[in-house]
């Protein structure tokens, strides 16, 4: 299993932005797959994730802002994320797993990528 994020980047306040996921190794049919972010010294921050039957979950503290999605065929998941402010700033993972899979709880996730760092100044 392999998970390539990309797209983070510093932006300004109120500003979007549009994070990648290259995976492989896996199908995403099997797997669910979601994004988690981790400012430092701070738990990990389940955001949004696919069930492995196509379910969306999107954590209320980010809902209506972030947008999860997948292209199939590129074997890429994506998050889009609106109306930024300094709290996005961290640093953002890709995810995946087999299985019991919550936002809730990042040791149910088993794959992470290496993460992409996002610094949104004011």
Not at 24 to 49: H, I, N, P
Not at 55 to 60: F, N, Q, S
């Amino acid at each position: 299993v392999q998970l390539v994020e990309s797209g983070g980047k510093s932006e300004q306040t109120g500003g979007s932005l549009r994070l990648s996921c290259a995976f492989s190794g896996f199908s995403y049919r099997d797997f669910c797959m979601g994004w988690f972010r981790q400012v430092e010294g701070k738990e990990r921050e389940g955001l949004a994730s696919f069930g492995d039957d196509g379910t969306i979950y999107i954590r209320p503290p980010v809902k209506g802002r972030v947008t999860i999605s997948r292209d199939n065929a590129k074997n890429t998941l994506y998050l889009n994320i609106v109306s930024l402010s300094p709290e996005d700033s961290a640093v953002y993972y890709c995810v995946a797993t087999k299985g019991t899979c919550l936002l809730s709880s990042p040791r149910t996730w088993t794959y992470w990528g290496q993460g992409t760092r996002v610094t949104v100044s004011s």
